[in-house]
């Protein structure tokens, strides 16, 4: 058969060495974005002599993800986290390993699990929150860095550490979750310079790994089941072999976890937070809805069902900040995409960020407006593959309902308590590192009448 695919252009801006890492490191998302002018398919180089090809058009991204899935590895991005974390996990791993890790984690990700986690997700924001005082200026993004750390290592490990391992525990995943975007992106070599920064970053991941390690051992030792995900993980078996998970894998599954899911969450509700306060309209209707739906009980699982308002904020700031600026695949075959033909060994990639504010898919993107998805048909009727906010296919995020959970736990948390206001002279850009963030979020909290009834 005769190919009449046009052939795959090549951005502009790459430089032998170095590729395109000068137009990357220079404002990657708007780099990223740029590259749908181009058309369906584009050609960029991460790496000397290796090209990416990025995959602009929605229908070929949901082919990528979800027809073509048994053809494709994870690629680079994903392999490269596994090198860089000390070993594969559910998120890096590929193929039947891939398949198997999955079905083994699942049960520590059911619904049953995650009511569980609901009361040790809220304690921490209210915890979290209580620290505030009126008037103080917080910064947002560190404040829910150290509150996403703090749910993940209490509904890991809720009575799996003491106070001194907590606080280590969560001060080197600081460290490895700030250097995990830079080495996942940079050429390989850099990783290997005797700088500082790696240095720092190679201990905080051993000591990570020790630390989960010894909780690992002590559980096991003592055969308790402590309702935590952690003791979930220790029971957790493969269907195939019936073995349970080594210590090893506990250890990378967890860090994995860490990395990926603790920046994510914390961009997403800082970024909700940022959005609140932009728009008093919104934020009357979601302390409305929160009033009624709530009284004066603390939000519990059940809850996350009850607040559709609350959801469409969360749903729509997944659209406009998505998180996610490039996702990866690599091709195992010679492999069909749309009208063209892929070598096998080729990297592929999409970025949900840019997607999702293409005009052409959502009407006036850059603005902000739950109202978008009142109806509940509106995401149905998106072209397919246009809207992917946990991925699609086998490798869809395995976390999603845990995530989902967490965020409506802390926005409902700290909005029947708090109002963060921003200054009108602070302009706010996303900044993509691991994840699409924002870069300086300076917010001032002042109390909501009556919120020391809602405090717990």
């Keep these: 058969m005769i190919n009449t695919a046009p052939p795959i252009p090549t951005a502009t801006g790459a430089l032998p060495l170095l590729g395109h890492a000068v137009p990357l490191m220079r404002d990657n998302l708007r780099f990223i974005a740029s590259l749908r002018d181009y058309g369906p398919l584009v050609r960029i180089y991460l790496q000397p002599g290796q090209p990416t090809i990025v995959v ?34 559910v998120v890096t791993a590929a193929g039947t ?23 040790l997700m809220r304690e921490q924001v209210t915890s979290t929150v209580a620290d505030w005082k009126p008037g103080q200026v917080v910064d947002v993004r560190e404040a829910m860095v150290k509150l996403s750390l703090d749910m993940l290592v209490a509904t890991v490990f809720s009575s799996s550490l003491d106070e001194r391992a907590f606080h280590q525990l969560r001060r080197d995943l600081s460290i490895v ?16 310079l005797p700088l500082p920064a790696n240095r720092r970053f190679n201990e ?18 003592s055969g308790h089941d402590t309702g935590d995900m952690l003791s979930a993980l220790l029971h957790a078996r493969d269907e195939e072999t019936g073995e349970l998970m080594s210590r090893h894998r506990i250890c990378s599954e967890i860090l994995t976890l860490a990395v990926a899911g603790t920046e994510t969450t914390a961009s ?11 728009d008093p309209g919104i934020e009357e209707r979601l302390h409305s809805e929160l009033e009624q739906v709530l009284a004066d009980r603390p939000v519990a699982f059940e809850d996350v069902g009850r607040l559709p308002f609350l ?33 096998a060994g080729t990297e592929l990639a999409y970025c949900q960020h840019a997607m999702h504010r293409d005009p052409a898919i959502f009407p006036d993107p850059l ?16 072209p397919e593959g246009a809207w992917v906010p946990f991925g699609a296919g086998k490798h869809k995020c395995i976390g999603d309902h845990f995530a989902l959970t967490e965020l409506t736990t802390a926005v409902a948390t700290i909005a029947r308590q708090w109002r963060l206001e921003l200054s009108d002279r602070q302009v706010v850009r996303p900044v993509a590192r691991a994840t699409v963030r924002p870069g300086t979020l300076l917010m001032t909290a002042n109390p909501r009448s009556g919120a020391g009834r809602t405090a717990a």
Excluded: C
């Design 367 to 382: 603005r902000f407006d739950p109202d978008r998805w009142l109806d509940e048909g509106q995401a149905a009727a998106l």
């Design 97 to 119: 390993a891939h398949v198997r890790a999955r079905r083994q984690l699942q049960p520590a990700f059911r619904h049953a699990e995650i009511a569980r986690y609901v009361d």
């Design 56 to 89: 602009n058009r929605p229908d070929l991204i949901r082919t990528m993800l979800v027809d073509l899935a048994p053809n494709l590895d994870k690629g680079r991005f994903f392999e490269k986290m596994g090198q860089v974390l000390g070993g594969d996990s």
């Design 311 to 343: 959801r469409n904020v969360i749903t729509e700031t997944l659209r406009l900040h998505h998180t996610g600026w490039l996702v990866t695949r690599r091709t195992l075959t010679p492999t069909r995409l749309g009208d063209w033909e892929i070598p």
């Design 177 to 192: 979750m700030n250097g995990v975007g830079t080495r996942v992106m940079l050429p390989d070599w850099v990783e290997k």
């Design 204 to 221: 905080s991941r051993a000591a990570v790994r020790a630390i989960i390690g010894d909780a690992v051992d002590g559980l096991r030792a």
């Design 268 to 278: 997403v509700l800082s970024w909700i937070l940022y959005e609140l306060a932009r």
